[in-house]
C-alpha cells in the first residue's frame, strides 16, 4: 500500500494550494478514514484535517477550520486538501494518512491511522 502525496510548494502569504493524496495497492474507497497532518521544523506532528469513510463527516483543526478543504474522489482512490489564505505559520511538511480499520469512529487522532504518504513541503513566506 502507497500513499503518494504531491502539491506542496513555496507560496505567499494570503496564496493558495491545492495537496493530493493518491493512493495505490489497495482501495480505501467507501469503507476507510483518511486525513492530512503536519509537522513544521522543530515541531511534532499535528492533525490538520480529517473526512469519514463516507465522504460525509470532516473534521478540521482549529487552525485552519474557515481556510481549509478536505475531500475525496472515491473512484479515483485520492483524497485533496485545498488551503486558502496560506499564512507563514502553516509552512510544514504535510503528510497524507488512511486507517485500516473499516468505518473508524476517530478522524483527529494520529494513532487511528495505519498508511502515511512520504510527505509533501508547503513553505508561505511573509
Known amino acids: 500500500v502507497q500513499l503518494q502525496a504531491s502539491g506542496g510548494g513555496l507560496v505567499q502569504t494570503g496564496g493558495s494550494l491545492r495537496l493530493s493524496c493518491a493512493a495505490s495497492?489497495?482501495?480505501?474507497?467507501?469503507?476507510?478514514?483518511m486525513g492530512w497532518f503536519r509537522q513544521a521544523p522543530g515541531k511534532e506532528r499535528e492533525f490538520v484535517a480529517g473526512i469519514s469513510w463516507s465522504g460525509g463527516r470532516t473534521y478540521y483543526a482549529r487552525s485552519v477550520k474557515g481556510r481549509f478543504t478536505i475531500s475525496r474522489d472515491i473512484a479515483k482512490n485520492t483524497m485533496y486538501l485545498r488551503m486558502n489564505s496560506l499564512k507563514p505559520e502553516d509552512t510544514a511538511v504535510y503528510y497524507c494518512?488512511?486507517?485500516?480499520?473499516?468505518?473508524?469512529?476517530?478522524?483527529?487522532?494520529?494513532?487511528?491511522?495505519?498508511?502515511w504518504g512520504q510527505g509533501t513541503l508547503v513553505t508561505v513566506s511573509s
Open positions: 494518512a488512511a486507517d485500516d480499520t473499516k468505518y473508524g469512529d476517530n478522524l483527529y487522532d494520529i494513532s487511528a491511522y495505519d498508511y
Open positions: 495497492g489497495r482501495s480505501f474507497g467507501s469503507t476507510n478514514n
